[in-house]
């Protein structure tokens, strides 16, 4: 029971700290409209936070697997609370800047530290637990649209800062109180840092598989609404778009990490990755936006199920004592490629067009799965394993 508890508790503080990243995006316009801060600058608000997560899981997570889980828990944890009371009390560029680099380092100290936790609590569960984590984080962004139309309009922009810094601080609270699992110091890595993790070439086909994911979910939820107008698609097509996409997600996540680790992250990742990749190429070639809307749905369960893939695989084949580095690794890197992918397709649709963005971004999908594939080797095939199950370098 502690167990389920302290688990818990992780899923509801990643539902959380998630949430806060809806909230800043549904509120760029009112930050324009209030401060006078330009698209621009508001646009590095946003991507200042991403990169210091970034540097955050890549340097400073891999910690916790020397015994300091606790550790950069509470202390991401406690910044990512700072950041949200300190973006309540923003006004200017420099202060939002600066409240966003605070929340972006303390959720990339802490993130991968709850996925090492999670992981190694049930490692039977792996793909379940991970599944779950993606539910949360999904549902959690989901739900800050729901947030700020609530409370911005009769409270102003600080309260659903306000409101999510205080959720935060009693699950915080919560999550400190209770026993969490260490590496033992014996089995402490002596790496300082996780990027010697991807001379294992099981891990580096897991990451792979992971940046296949994130530059499909950069580039569609750049161009969806975009690509929808553009096609004289009714409103709701266009509005509504990324919400359903990542709606399968928050429901099927569990059941599809389950299903992933059972047939093999590996291949299920593959597999759903190419169909993505395909779906992608449709997006360009079709005219028809509910033609469209087909593909997507299609599209929308193929990732509810796969999508878990490259966290599971990545899981199921680190050592125990790597778990937060190689977590860190993935989402870092994951995390970077969303951004990258992006801007990659805002400026090819701009120059090049709908087709051609969505061709190439299914070309580069499939391009990283063929690279998954070779580096996997062997272990490809490899299903219903836990983290227990050594690396081979």
């Given at each position: 029971?502690?167990?389920?508890?302290?688990?818990?508790?992780?899923?509801?503080a990643?539902?959380?700290?998630?949430?806060?990243?809806?909230?800043?995006?549904?509120?760029?316009d009112?930050y324009?409209?209030?401060?006078?801060?330009?698209?621009?600058?508001?646009?590095?608000?946003?991507?200042?936070g991403?990169?210091?997560?970034?540097?955050?899981?890549?340097?400073?997570?891999?910690l916790?697997?020397?015994?300091?889980s606790?550790?950069?828990?509470?202390?991401?944890?406690?910044l990512?609370?700072?950041?949200?009371?300190?973006m309540?009390?923003?006004?200017?560029?420099?202060?939002?800047?600066?409240?966003?680099?605070?929340?972006?380092?303390g959720?990339?100290?802490?993130?991968p530290?709850?996925?090492?936790v999670?992981?190694v609590?049930?490692?039977?569960?792996?793909?379940?637990?991970?599944g779950?984590?993606?539910?949360?984080e999904?549902?959690?962004?989901a739900?800050?649209?729901?947030?700020?139309?609530?409370?911005?309009?009769?409270?102003?922009?600080?309260?659903?800062?306000?409101?999510?810094g205080?959720?935060?601080?009693?699950v915080?609270?919560t999550?400190?109180?209770?026993?969490?699992?260490?590496?033992?110091?014996?089995?402490?890595?002596?790496?300082?840092?996780a990027?010697?993790?991807?001379?294992?070439?099981?891990?580096?086909?897991?990451?792979?598989?992971?940046?296949?994911?994130?530059?499909m979910?950069?580039?569609?939820?750049?161009?969806?609404?975009?690509m929808?107008?553009?096609?004289?698609?009714?409103?709701w097509?266009?509005?509504?778009?990324?919400?359903?996409?990542?709606?399968?997600m928050?429901?099927m996540?569990?059941?599809?990490?389950?299903?992933?680790?059972?047939?093999?992250?590996?291949?299920?990742?593959?597999?759903?990755?190419?169909?993505?990749?395909?779906?992608?190429?449709?997006?360009?070639?079709?005219?028809?936006p509910?033609?469209?809307?087909v593909?997507?749905?299609?599209?929308?369960?193929?990732?509810?199920?796969?999508?878990?893939?490259?966290?599971?695989?990545?899981?199921?084949?680190?050592?125990?004592?790597?778990?937060?580095g190689?977590?860190?690794l993935?989402?870092?890197?994951?995390?970077?490629?969303?951004g990258?992918?992006?801007s990659?397709?805002?400026?090819?649709y701009?120059?090049?067009?709908?087709?051609?963005t969505?061709a190439?971004?299914?070309?580069v999908?499939?391009?990283?799965?063929?690279?998954?594939?070779?580096?996997?080797?062997?272990?490809?095939?490899?299903?219903?394993?836990?983290?227990?199950?050594p690396?081979?370098?």
């Open positions: 029971m502690p167990r389920k508890r302290l688990l818990i508790a992780l899923f509801v990643i539902a959380v700290k998630s949430s806060a990243y809806g909230v800043m995006f549904t509120m760029l009112d324009r409209e209030q401060f006078g801060i330009s698209e621009g600058s508001l646009g590095l608000v946003i991507a200042i991403f990169f210091t997560s970034f540097f955050a899981q890549i340097t400073i997570a891999p916790a697997d020397r015994g300091r606790r550790q950069l828990i509470f202390i991401g944890l406690t990512a609370i700072i950041g949200n009371f300190a309540a009390l923003s006004d200017s560029l420099p202060e939002l800047l600066g409240s966003r680099f605070i929340s972006g380092v959720l990339g100290c802490a993130l530290a709850m996925r090492r999670i992981i609590s049930e490692p039977e569960n792996l793909g379940r637990n991970l779950r984590v993606l539910s949360c999904v549902g959690g962004f739900a800050g649209p729901v947030i700020s139309a609530f409370l911005v309009a009769p409270f102003g922009i600080p309260a659903p800062f306000v409101v999510i205080i959720a935060l601080s009693i915080t609270t999550i400190f109180a209770m026993p969490i699992p260490e590496t033992a110091a014996e089995d402490h890595p002596t790496e300082r840092f990027i010697d993790l991807l001379r294992d070439r099981s891990i580096a086909a897991g990451v792979l598989i992971g940046v296949a994911v994130f530059f979910i950069g580039t569609f939820d750049s161009l969806w609404a975009l929808m107008n553009d096609l004289d698609a009714p409103t097509m266009a509005n509504t778009g990324v919400t359903l996409f990542v709606l399968p928050v429901v996540a569990p059941y599809g990490g389950r299903f992933v680790q059972r047939v093999g992250p590996f291949r299920a990742g593959g597999f759903g990755m190419l169909f993505g990749a395909a779906c992608m190429a449709l997006y360009g070639a079709i005219s028809m509910w033609l469209l809307m593909v997507f749905l299609v599209h929308t369960l193929n990732d509810g199920m796969t999508v878990t893939s490259a966290g599971v695989s990545v899981g199921m084949v680190a050592l125990p004592e790597r778990q937060a190689a977590q860190g993935l989402g870092g890197i994951q995390t970077l490629t969303g990258i992918a992006a990659f397709a805002g400026v090819s701009e120059y090049f067009g709908r087709t051609t969505f190439i971004a299914g070309l999908m499939a391009a990283l799965i063929g690279m998954a594939r070779l580096l996997a080797g062997n272990r490809w095939n490899l299903r219903g394993g836990t983290p227990a199950v690396a081979h370098v």
